[in-house]
């Protein structure tokens, strides 16, 4: 029986994930655009149209093992148990995630010339800011202060995340994230 032929999102899957799976084997500095082709089970004029490149390529194969970590947080009545699950979800990304930048990041910018926060930007296009429903929630409860949510308090606990993982190329540990939520941001924000 003759398989199938992919097109579409399932081509872009099977490649990408061909992608993340040649760089946590042989990091950026081996992945060429060939193996991930041969190992997708398509060719590199395919990868060419799609792809400008390994950098654009290793991007998108981030953006896709992002995806499958989603971070949206239902209400949980909560603000502490809401942002926990933020963390806990946004640590279960990072894990996977944290690996492949450690493999090219450095690689990455002398090649691309870009910023961190330009690759940053990239990797987020288009994702949805998770934090501010459930700093909005928090506010319509009564839990937290909206007067105390200027920028820099809003973001400190992305901000300590991201530090953590850029750092050590792994996620922080539960008792670190309930440490940040409890003797850091919601003593910050609490409504008195």
């Known amino acids: 029986m003759m398989e199938k032929r992919r097109r579409g999102n399932d081509l872009d899957s099977a490649i990408l994930d061909a992608a993340w799976l040649e760089l946590s084997e042989r990091g950026y500095a081996g992945l060429t655009m060939e193996a991930v082709a041969a190992r997708a089970g398509t060719s590199r004029p395919v990868l060419s149209r799609r792809w400008?490149?390994?950098?654009?390529?290793?991007?998108?194969?981030?953006?896709?093992?992002?995806?499958?970590?989603?971070?949206?947080?239902?209400?949980?009545?909560?603000?502490?148990?809401?942002?926990?699950?933020?963390?806990?979800?946004?640590?279960?990304?990072?894990?996977?995630?944290?690996?492949?930048?450690a493999f090219f990041?450095?690689?990455?910018?002398?090649?691309?010339?870009?910023?961190?926060?330009?690759?940053?930007?990239?990797?987020?296009?288009?994702?949805?800011?998770?934090?501010?429903?459930?700093?909005?929630?928090?506010?319509?409860?009564?839990?937290?202060d909206a007067k105390k949510l200027v920028p820099e308090v809003t973001t400190l606990l992305t901000d300590l995340f991201r530090h953590h993982v850029l750092m050590t190329w792994t996620a922080p540990p539960p008792a670190m994230r309930k440490i940040w939520v409890d003797a850091i941001f919601l003593p910050l924000v609490r409504a008195r």
């Open 105 to 144: 990041a450095n690689e990455y910018f002398q090649h691309t010339r870009s910023s961190p926060l330009e690759l940053r930007a990239q990797l987020l296009l288009g994702e949805a800011n998770v934090l501010t429903p459930i700093l909005d929630r928090a506010v319509a409860r009564g839990e937290i």
């Open 52 to 101: 400008d490149g390994r950098a654009a390529l290793t991007v998108a194969a981030l953006r896709h093992q992002m995806h499958k970590h989603p971070l949206t947080v239902k209400d949980r009545g909560d603000l502490r148990k809401e942002l926990l699950e933020l963390l806990d979800r946004a640590a279960d990304r990072a894990a996977g995630v944290a690996v492949g930048l």
